[in-house]
Structures are given as C-alpha cells and as structure tokens.
C-alpha cells in the first residue's frame, strides 16, 4: 500500500464519519424536543457537513481519479464507506443521540488535536479548522449527557440505557490496521490507541458527573472503517441521503 | 406533571465598543445552557463577541397601563432636548 493509497483510506474514514454521523444529526432537523436543541443540532450536523466537504474533497485530490467530494459522498454504495459503526447507528430518543454524540466528539477532539501537528499540512489545515467546531460540539454534548444523566429518574433510565447500548461500539475508534501503520510511519497520523487516555479520562470525569455507569464487558463491535461489515442501518440511511443524485444523476443547482 | 425551562432574555454585543442589545429571548435550563442556547441560535451568522443572558423574571419593567404619567409629561418639556444652542460648524457631528 502506498503512502498516497493509505492517505485516500484515512481521508474516507475521516470524512465518512463526519458525513453520515452529521446526516444523522440532520433528520432531527424539525423533530427535536425543543426549539433551541433543534436549532443547535441543525448546527452541529451542519458544522460536520462543512468538514466532510473538506475530508472527502481532499481525499478526491490525493486519489487522483477527478472524483469529488459529492461523487465520494452520492455514489459509493455502503460497502465503500469508512465511518465507525457509532456513526451509522439510528438516533433513538434524543438521550441516544446525545449520548452517541458525545462518545464520538470525545473521540474526535482527541484526534484531531494531535492532527493539527501532522506532517501533511492539509490535514493539518483542516483539523486546525474543525478542531474549533468541535471543541463546542463536545462541550455541548458533554453538558447535555451529564445534564440528562444526573437529570430525573426517566432520563438517567434512558441515558444509562443508551450508554449499555453505544458503549461496545466505541473501541472500533481505536482500533489500528495497515492503512494506519502507514499514516503513523509517515507521521500524518497517530497511533489510534495513543487517543485511548486522554479518551477515557474525557468520558469517565462525564460520566462521574452524570452518575452514569460504563458497561462491563470487553467486545467491540468492529468493520466499519475498514469496510468488512456495516450494519444494516446504513444502507438505509443511504437511500434517502443519496435519493436525489442516484434518481436524478448528476442534478446540480 | 409538567417542567417548562425558564425564559431567558439575550443580549449580544455585536462588535468591541458597542453596547450589549436585546435580541430575544429563549428557553433553557440554566445559565450555562442560555448561553450556550444563545450561541447556536442568536450567533450563527456572526453577529456577536460577547453574549449575556438574564433570566427574564429578573428584570423588573415598567407597567404599560402607567405609561401616561411615566412618559408623557416629558414630551412638553422641549427644553430639555438642548436644540437651540447653536454649535459652530467646525464641531461637526455631535
């Protein structure tokens, strides 16, 4: 695998996340509990669409093939998408959804603070950019998570049974395959595994707060980015992400 | 059994050396989250640099149904609007 083949993976799993978890922010557009929640999650998905623009148009670039950020995001069908399970996983109340946003923008920060010193300065560029989005993003989600947690008996019910049911798909964020040892060789990357700490410490001083109890058990649900397996909520959410250009190819306006 | 968030009034400094204004107001379940509240929906298009939030049952307002005696016997006092000094041109604007 070249340096350039690793880096076009790398980019697809940066951007696939920030696509389909920022999609499935979107479909609260409308629906969430109240005013000011859906105003502030139409902006966070926003604020990941904005990313996923920079990630998969870079990833267009070093791939060399003239596909562009859209061509990456509307015609790849599932099994050419790179995002961690976390990110494709349904909504459910608005506890899961925070709840599922918190764990990935814990993640995120971590990441993409480390992605500012990367050796390839696109990279760098962009997680210099998102990096601000984020720090809010997680800041929000982190409040709400101990806001509900540590809220009334119903809403810590609910979070604690949205932390049982997201918690085994977050090690897949750490995992670590060919595509990474190339990025960590090259230093435009770290090392997945070296974010686990710096992780934990975020999510447990949250949950501690939240009074909310991380699940036993050690099995990870995996085969999101590197493609081997997603669960079958993808496809469906792709169908109606991808709707419009897989019915009318190629519609601009 | 019902729990409404309070109701918070923003105001948001637009520029440094403007005053804080008025902007609305929205609902939240303390002050961090008005702030945070006022954030995503009173700033999105980079209207502000600094934010306040005051829960609205702390202002304390006057009451329109008094607005006769409040108001109106300044409007017969044109003397105190100082509009008949004359300022000499080359202080221009004032």
């Known amino acids: ?253 | 059994m019902k729990h409404e968030w309070p109701l918070w009034e923003i105001f948001i400094r637009g520029q440094h050396g403007l005053s804080h204004r008025h902007v609305g107001s929205l609902h939240a379940p303390d002050a961090e989250m008005a702030v945070k509240n006022a954030r995503d929906v009173y700033t999105r298009r980079n209207e502000g640099v600094s934010i306040w939030v005051v829960e609205a049952r702390h202002i304390a307002a006057s009451v329109p149904s008094e607005k006769g005696p409040m108001f109106e016997p300044s409007e017969s006092k044109i003397y105190r609007h100082p509009t008949f000094y004359d300022i000499p041109d080359e202080v221009g604007h004032m």
């Not at chain 1, 791939?63 to 599932?78: C, I, M, Q, V, Y």
Request: aromatic share 8%; charged share 25%; glycine share 10%.
């Open chain 1, 1 to 253: 695998m070249t340096r350039d083949e690793a880096l076009f993976e790398f980019l697809l799993r940066m951007g696939d996340n920030t696509l389909i978890l920022g999609h499935r922010v979107s479909e609260w557009c409308g629906h969430s509990p109240v005013l000011e929640e859906d105003i502030a999650l139409a902006n966070t998905a926003l604020d990941m669409i904005g990313q996923t623009q920079l990630w998969l148009g870079l990833a267009g670039e070093v791939e060399g093939k003239g596909r562009s950020a859209d061509d990456l995001a509307f015609r790849r069908d599932a099994w050419d998408f790179r995002n961690v399970l976390l990110c494709e996983l349904p909504n459910g109340d608005f506890g899961q959804t925070l709840m599922r946003q918190f764990l990935y923008d814990a993640w995120s920060l971590g990441m993409l603070d480390r992605l500012k010193t990367s050796s390839e300065a696109r990279v760098a560029e962009i997680a210099e950019k998102a990096l601000k989005e984020v720090t809010y993003h997680l800041e929000r989600s982190g409040d709400t998570v101990i806001g509900l947690g540590d809220g009334t008996e119903e809403s810590h019910t609910r979070m604690q049974k949205a932390l049982d049911y997201l918690w085994p798909y977050v090690g897949e964020m750490f995992e670590k395959d060919k595509v990474d040892e190339v990025m960590i060789a090259a230093g435009i990357a770290p090392d997945p595994a070296d974010l686990r700490p710096r992780y934990d410490e975020t999510v447990s001083r949250v949950f501690a707060e939240a009074t909310l109890t991380i699940p036993d058990g050690s099995y990870v649900h995996k085969g999101g980015r590197t493609g081997r397996m997603h669960t079958e909520h993808l496809g469906h959410l792709l169908t109606s992400m991808q709707w419009l250009q897989r019915a009318y190819p190629g519609a601009a306006w």
